[in-house]
């Protein structure tokens, strides 16, 4: 399962990114996705994470309300919206495919993992 991340960069606080995950190969389409982040100094922690087929999804507390994660199965791609972005925010964003196609929030459940993109956010 090959996983593709992209869409991070730098913006001010306050401001919104969207990140983007595809699987060109179409081989995670019955998979749930995961988005995690990895602050510098500190472990790989789980941000959120959608269905197989989108109908559900979770997030951490700490993105609630802030974070959007969505799914274009005819696009192959799962999508985060990041708006009213903060500072503490800042870490480096990596996608991956679970087992199975139920979600979960630990990192143990996720097998298929894409590159990260880094997401910079200056106060």
């Known amino acids: 399962v090959q996983l593709q991340a992209s869409g991070g960069g730098l913006v001010q606080a306050g401001g919104s990114l969207r990140l983007s995950c595809t699987n060109p190969?179409?081989?995670?389409?019955?998979?749930?996705v995961g988005w995690f982040r990895q602050a510098a100094g500190k472990e790989r922690e789980f941000a959120a994470a959608?269905?197989?087929?989108?109908?559900?999804?979770k997030y951490a507390d700490s993105v609630k309300g802030r974070f959007t994660i969505s799914r274009n199965r005819g696009e192959n791609t799962v999508y985060l919206q990041m708006n009213s972005l903060r500072p503490e925010d800042t870490a480096v964003y990596f996608c991956?495919?679970?087992?199975?196609?139920?979600?979960?929030?630990?990192?143990?459940?996720?097998?298929?993992w894409g590159q990260g993109t880094q997401v910079t956010v200056s106060s």
């Open positions: 959608i269905d197989w087929n989108g109908g559900v999804t």
């Open positions: 991956a495919a679970a087992i199975g196609s139920t979600i979960a929030d630990s990192l143990g459940r996720y097998r298929y």
């Open positions: 190969r179409r081989t995670a389409s019955n998979n749930a």
